[in-house]
């Protein structure tokens, strides 16, 4: 489940009783709400409308999108997800418009199935039955997120209930985001602002501050920073609470801030992405007793460099989960970009890809 549908930050919560003493409440709050988007499916400067027609032989001569039958349009949308966004994180951000998607999915499924029946090359051929087969996959685990989160707003006060009967479809990212949240309400629920920034140091001394509450706590200091509504006595709250996460995260060092550090300051891009590389895949004959050894996952990693993009774009004086001034830098920012590209290109991606390719067997 996509983090953006996870509840509310409460660094702007009125509940919270480390913020009510502030005295505080930001105007005009309301829980969020899934309407219904009035977005399009945008394909190139290709917009889709809200024409109707009878039945699939009317749709394949009626204009349904600017100049474009359905069955133009759902060439157009093959072309768009096989070779402009082939990327099937890049998928998911168009069918999450459920209206505008549902409209045309089944006429796209079979456009699909009636090139590839049609098409003599085997190599474009795969190439369209595995595009159907990936955007279905999609498409279903969408409608059951969409259908969960539903569920959870029609039962706000059983969600145990809600929970417990739909368990498997609670992925470990959205248990992560849990954890965090759950964690970061703790802090917030404590009696003083010295309380809190205690259970930040604890956290930090038994390994708990991961990097999913360390960018739950950042971006909440973001939105706070940012507010015209929210007093100053609870921004005052939220600079400390990020201040001490700061030093907390300084003082444990975690693993994937010494391994970054060590892969930036390598100059060669080769050697940068062959140390990456080692890094994820260490061998057999590793010492896992090698205190110097830097091993981690991609997932883990790209998170660690999220973290630190967000914490140097909040604040480019203040960051300082590397050295300031080399944070600073633009070659330093570059290669981490980079870096994060790499992983969600050739680690990710391949992950994603396998696991396609095993739920396909």
Same mark, same amino acid.
């Given at each position: 489940?996509?983090?953006?549908?996870?509840?509310?930050?409460?660094?702007?919560?009125?509940?919270?009783?480390?913020?009510?003493?502030?005295?505080?409440?930001? @105007?005009?709050? *309301?829980?969020?709400? #899934?309407?219904? /988007? $009035?977005?399009?499916?945008? %394909?190139?400067?290709?917009?889709?409308?809200?024409?109707?027609?009878?039945?699939?032989?009317?749709?394949?001569?009626?204009?349904?999108?600017?100049?474009?039958?359905?069955?133009?349009?759902?060439?157009?949308?093959?072309?768009?997800?096989?070779?402009?966004?082939?990327?099937?994180?890049?998928?998911?951000?168009?069918?999450?418009?459920?209206?505008?998607?549902?409209?045309?999915?089944?006429?796209?499924?079979?456009?699909?199935?009636?090139?590839?029946?049609?098409?003599?090359?085997?190599?474009?051929?795969?190439?369209?039955?595995?595009?159907?087969?990936?955007?279905?996959?999609?498409?279903?685990?969408?409608?059951?997120?969409?259908?969960?989160?539903?569920?959870?707003?029609?039962?706000?006060?059983?969600?145990?209930?809600?929970?417990?009967?739909?368990?498997?479809?609670?992925? @470990?990212?959205? *248990?992560?985001?849990? #954890?965090?949240? /759950? $964690?970061?309400?703790?802090? %917030?629920?404590?009696?003083?602002?010295?309380?809190?920034?205690?259970?930040?140091?604890?956290?930090?001394?038994?390994?708990?501050?991961?990097?999913?509450?360390?960018?739950?706590?950042?971006?909440?200091?973001?939105?706070?920073?940012?507010?015209?509504?929210?007093?100053?006595?609870?921004?005052?709250?939220?600079?400390?609470?990020?201040?001490?996460?700061?030093?907390?995260?300084?003082?444990?060092?975690?693993?994937?801030?010494?391994?970054?550090?060590?892969?930036?300051?390598?100059?060669?891009?080769?050697?940068?992405?062959?140390?990456?590389?080692?890094?994820?895949?260490?061998?057999?004959?590793?010492?896992?007793?090698?205190?110097?050894?830097?091993?981690?996952?991609?997932?883990?990693?790209?998170?660690?460099?999220?973290?630190?993009?967000?914490?140097?774009?909040?604040?480019?004086?203040?960051?300082?989960?590397?050295?300031?001034?080399?944070?600073?830098?633009?070659?330093?920012?570059?290669?981490?970009?980079?870096?994060?590209?790499?992983?969600?290109?050739?680690?990710?991606?391949?992950?994603?890809?396998?696991?396609?390719?095993?739920?396909?067997?």
């Amino acid at each position: 489940m996509d983090s953006n549908t996870h509840r509310p930050s409460l660094a702007t919560s009125p509940c919270s009783p480390l913020l009510l003493s502030a005295n505080t409440q930001a @105007s005009g709050r *309301s829980r969020r709400k #899934v309407t219904r /988007s $009035k977005r399009c499916l945008h %394909l190139s400067k290709c917009v889709a409308s809200d024409v109707g027609v009878a039945n699939l032989e009317e749709q394949a001569e009626v204009e349904v999108a600017e100049g474009y039958t359905m069955t133009q349009f759902c060439d157009k949308m093959i072309e768009f997800f096989m070779h402009e966004k082939p990327q099937t994180k890049d998928w998911r951000k168009f069918l999450v418009f459920r209206d505008d998607w549902k409209k045309y999915k089944e006429n796209f499924f079979d456009r699909c199935q009636v090139r590839a029946d049609t098409e003599d090359d085997p190599v474009m051929k795969q190439k369209l039955v595995g595009l159907a087969r990936k955007m279905k996959k999609i498409d279903d685990e969408i409608e059951k997120h969409m259908e969960l989160l539903m569920e959870i707003q029609e039962n706000p006060l059983d969600i145990d209930a809600v929970v417990a009967r739909r368990r498997k479809e609670f992925t @470990s990212d959205f *248990s992560t985001l849990d #954890v965090a949240q /759950s $964690k970061f309400d703790d802090i %917030l629920n404590s009696p003083s602002l010295d309380e809190a920034c205690e259970k930040i140091k604890r956290l930090a001394k038994s390994k708990e501050l991961d990097s999913s509450l360390i960018l739950l706590i950042y971006r909440s200091w973001a939105a706070a920073k940012e507010s015209t509504s929210m007093r100053s006595e609870v921004k005052d709250i939220m600079y400390h609470i990020y201040m001490t996460t700061k030093r907390s995260l300084k003082s444990i060092a975690p693993p994937e801030i010494k391994l970054l550090k060590y892969l930036l300051n390598i100059t060669d891009p080769e050697e940068r992405f062959s140390a990456l590389a080692t890094a994820f895949s260490p061998g057999d004959n590793h010492d896992n007793n090698d205190s110097n050894a830097l091993y981690t996952t991609p997932k883990e990693l790209h998170k660690w460099i999220k973290t630190m993009l967000d914490a140097y774009h909040l604040n480019k004086e203040e960051t300082d989960l590397m050295e300031a001034r080399r944070m600073g830098d633009p070659v330093v920012i570059q290669r981490l970009f980079i870096l994060k590209e790499t992983i969600e290109e050739e680690y990710m991606r391949q992950l994603s890809e396998k696991e396609d390719q095993e739920g396909k067997e």
